[in-house]
């Protein structure tokens, strides 16, 4: 019972070819096309007011230097919210849910905004390191400390994503399978049962949603102490 529970989050394969890399393009091919036109249709409007609100709160901290980033995070954050969204579907599977896939964006884009730092302004991204006023005696235990808590930005980033979207899908999967369970037995504690169920699925859009947000919020965090 418990291997069927985590077999939702095995990648699919069909005749041994494995099928992620479809799961991973697939968002892409659900976004409308902007047209030539001048007129757009409501979709197109409703999906460029999100995109530009989005952006505008996420890069108003940062300098010109950071806004190059803006193309980069948008498209990040519409597809971690498509991927993560369609997750909840029926009988699909959710890249996101693979730590190795939240792995690979997290390191490079981490990795990047610190490369910058390092490049653009190496004596401001070292003294990260080390906080103004620190005692002495404390200058080489914080300085390890806080080059510990550097290199797990990335190695969070990637946990967070991975556990908040793998926990709401047990979740969901554990209470389902108590609703049929109890449904012959006591139909009035599987019908709230069932309620539970509902709340809990409206809750987990909401976090699809809003993990995605902090994963893209996170990394223009780290590029703003580095530009």
């Known amino acids: 019972m418990m291997t069927s529970f985590?077999?939702?989050f095995a990648s699919?394969?069909?005749l041994g070819i494995p099928l992620i890399a479809i799961a991973i393009?697939?968002?892409?091919?659900l976004f409308p096309t902007p047209p030539s036109r001048w007129l757009n249709n409501r979709l197109i409007t409703l999906q460029t007011w999100f995109i530009n609100r989005f952006t505008n709160q996420l890069l108003m901290p940062l300098n010109v230097g950071g806004h190059k980033w803006a193309l980069l995070f948008a498209s990040l954050m519409v597809f971690l919210i498509t991927i993560n969204m369609l997750g909840l579907l029926p009988y699909t599977f959710t890249p996101t849910t693979q730590l190795s896939l939240n792995m690979g964006f997290a390191v490079p884009l981490w990795l990047a905004t610190v490369i910058i730092g390092m490049r653009n302004q190496p004596t401001v991204a070292l003294g990260h390191l080390l906080p103004e006023g620190?005692?002495?005696p404390l200058i080489p235990v914080l300085i390890i400390?806080?080059?510990i808590s550097l290199f797990i930005r990335p190695l969070a980033l990637g946990v967070r994503l991975t556990a908040n979207l793998t926990a709401g899908h047990l979740l969901i999967q554990l209470i389902a399978?108590?609703?049929?369970?109890?449904l012959p037995m006591m139909p009035t504690v599987a019908i709230l049962t069932a309620a539970v169920l509902f709340l809990l699925t409206l809750l987990e859009v909401a976090v699809a949603m809003i993990q995605a947000y902090v994963f893209v919020l996170l990394l223009s965090l780290y590029l703003q102490e580095n530009v």
């Open 6 to 8: 985590f077999d939702q």
């Open 12 to 14: 699919p394969s069909f």
């Open 25 to 29: 393009a697939l968002p892409w091919i």
């Open 134 to 136: 620190t005692p002495v």
């Open 145 to 147: 400390i806080e080059t």
């Open 177 to 182: 399978t108590a609703v049929f369970v109890l």
